[in-house]
């Protein structure tokens, strides 16, 4: 990679961004992920322009989430909008249909740097914070089970959101129990002003869940070793 080139790496395949034309990713295109039928032909694209690479969303109903590799930049790309490539490594996190996928971006050249920062503080009644929301441990233990199966994955690639009542199960909990559990997690989000996770018309428990995985896993909410809260799902308090 040049010192001002960009590349996209999935699965360990790199793919460099033309500085003259673009990177175009999805069901086809210069990328292709996956043979997905929810997923856009054409849904992201790189390109360089006025000086600064660029991320695009040239999908149509399909979102992605990028963050940096330290958990403390987080943007939501709707469809049609754009970010610039300022730091030197970024993942971005997509669902389409059943499926989550993560690839990163390599920036030779950063504009900006990340600093070392600790994002997840516990407090002295078991509650862990991110930024301005506290969760419980059984709060936080609802995460990490619908996180399992990309904390337990090395490096890029896809991964499965398990359903409510797989998730429950792995719990040893009731669906009822665990939806409210969801509620909750999501509301405390939403009133921090992260989007897309709000109950109403057009929200489907299966499109917050997505959406609660990817800001989970971009903002570092949860980690590897936070699966060993998963051995005794029963210690942990309401």
């Not at 590799?69 to 997509?94: C, D, M, N």
């Not at 740097?113 to 441990?137: C, I, N, Q, Y």
């Amino acid at each position: 990679m040049t010192d001002s080139a960009v590349t996209v790496d999935f699965c360990g395949e790199f793919h460099e961004a033309p500085k003259e034309g673009v990177l175009t990713i999805g069901r086809e295109g210069d990328l292709e992920i996956d043979d997905n039928p929810f997923l856009h032909r054409h849904f992201l694209q790189i390109s360089h322009e006025g000086g600064w690479w660029w991320l695009t969303n040239i999908g149509t109903t399909l979102t992605a989430t990028v963050a940096d590799k330290k958990g403390l930049f987080q943007a939501w790309l709707s469809p049609g909008a754009r970010i610039p490539l300022a730091f030197e490594k970024v993942t971005v996190w997509f669902t389409a249909g059943p499926t989550t996928y993560d690839f990163d971006i390599l920036v030779g050249n950063p504009s900006f740097t990340s600093v070392d920062h600790e994002v997840l503080l516990p407090t002295k009644s078991g509650e862990t914070t991110v930024g301005r929301v506290a969760f419980t441990p059984d709060q936080k233990l609802l995460v990490v089970a619908l996180c399992e199966d990309f904390l337990r994955r090395e490096g890029a690639g896809q991964g499965q959101i398990p359903s409510s009542a797989a998730a429950a199960d792995r719990l040893g909990w009731k669906v009822t129990k665990f939806n409210r559990k969801l509620d909750n997690v999501c509301q405390k989000l939403a009133d921090a002003g992260i989007r897309g996770l709000h109950g109403g018309p057009g929200k489907l428990a299966s499109n917050r869940k997505a959406r609660l995985v990817e800001h989970a896993l971009s903002t570092r909410m949860v980690l590897e070793e936070d699966l060993l809260l998963l051995e005794d799902p029963t210690g942990a308090e309401s």
